[in-house]
């Protein structure tokens, strides 16, 4: 099968997926100030990979991290952690569940499917319901583990995976408490690009690409890639790419998964990218009421616009937590900027 990319009008659009409208510029280079630690590891947790199937027979795989001390024959809180759309778990979800396991949770940080470790193909496949089912897949897993009590389990969603775990969370009541961190709602970003600076022409042509483009995938399985991180900066590059590169193309939280090409990484299939214009994750989120939801954003962040439109039609109880001076990918791994405290008291008072 051929690969190749493409620099096409859809990527106008699915480049959001690096977003393109505002931020502020960042140096060159990774930048590893404010405490980013991606690769953070904790002595007071312990670490197992595992592998479950959802409900299409695919094979999700997660890295589960177990509190050390943690009573034999108890049963536990748990939270399943989401990584960033075109991310692997290993950045960002990773340090997130470590972070969380230290404060006493069970956690499982996932690959979605068509991702990293987990099973799918063609490989960076865009599909909105397959990835909310990872979500549920995931709380199948632990909700079944003898040291998990199933009646206690909570969903963590960052950047894209916020918005999965939503579009999960609305049909899946065993999910008792949602948070999200950096929240993109990949739906509306597809629709109409951050600020809704897209217009209807210029989404119809998207579309109309990529329906052509499926000729070639089906004639000769010929797949192209479209958008994500850039792989090298010039000095016309937008200051939004140039925050993601500092994360995904630097060793402060570049990581290729084995087996997988690296000049892949980020990148979504071309004509599976518009299945996100289908994707409505807020629609109904009023309808997760009573359990509670918790927006963390940063007041800096390009994103900021899809945890606001959450919090607006989420139903009470609530709350939108701004990061003063944080960015969108600042919350991925600077951990003297994510607010810790914010997110153990929300899962304790919620799940303990």
């Known amino acids: 099968m051929e690969h190749k990319s493409s620099t096409s009008r859809l990527g106008i659009v699915t480049s959001i997926f690096a977003g393109l409208l505002l931020s502020a510029s960042i140096a060159l280079g990774a930048d590893m100030s404010h405490g980013a630690d991606n690769f953070y590891k904790s002595d007071k947790v312990t670490l197992q990979k595992v592998s479950f199937n959802n409900q299409y027979k695919m094979k999700v795989a997660g890295n589960l991290f177990i509190p050390k001390g943690i009573k034999q024959g108890s049963k536990n809180p748990a939270i399943v952690v989401g990584h ?29 499917s068509f991702w990293g470790e987990s099973e799918g193909q063609p490989r960076n496949a865009v ?33 894209g995976s916020g918005s999965f775990a939503i579009s999960a969370a609305k049909i899946d009541p065993r999910m008792k ?4 961190v950096s929240m993109y709602d990949m739906g509306a970003a597809v629709r109409n690009a951050l600020n809704h600076s897209q217009t209807i022409e210029q989404r119809k042509a998207i579309i109309a690409e ?25 000095k016309d590059t937008h200051p939004i790419q140039r925050e993601f590169y500092d994360f995904y193309r630097t060793p402060r939280g570049d990581f290729t998964p084995k ?35 918790l927006f963390i954003t940063g007041d ?8 606001q439109d959450a919090y607006k039609r989420a139903a009470e109880p609530k709350e939108l937590v701004l990061v003063k001076g944080a960015g969108h990918v600042d919350l991925y791994d600077r951990v003297n900027l994510i607010p810790w405290d914010k997110l153990t008291s929300f899962f304790r008072k919620n799940l303990i």
Do not use: W
């Not at 897949?137 to 909700?143: H, I, R, S």
């Not at 800096?300 to 945890?307: G, Q, R, Y």
């Open 84 to 112: 960033p759309m075109g991310a692997v778990k290993e950045q960002s979800s990773n340090l997130y569940a470590t972070k969380l396991a230290e404060q006493g949770f069970v956690t499982l940080a996932i690959d979605l």
């Open 127 to 159: 599909s909105p319901d397959i990835y909310a089912e990872d979500f549920s897949a995931a709380v199948d897993y632990l909700g079944t583990q003898s040291f998990v009590d199933r009646e206690r389990i909570g969903v963590l969603g960052i950047c």
């Open 177 to 180: 408490a949602i948070a999200t």
């Open 210 to 234: 990529a329906a052509q483009q499926r000729y070639g995938e089906f004639s000769v399985g010929e797949t192209k890639y479209t958008s994500g991180t850039v792989h090298e900066l010039t």
């Open 259 to 293: 087996g997988s090409l690296p000049e892949l990484t980020t990148h979504p299939t071309l004509t599976s990218a518009v299945k996100f214009m289908n994707f409505y994750p807020f629609e109904d989120i009023e309808t997760i009421s009573p359990r509670p939801m």
């Open 300 to 307: 800096k962040a390009h994103s900021i616009e899809f945890s």
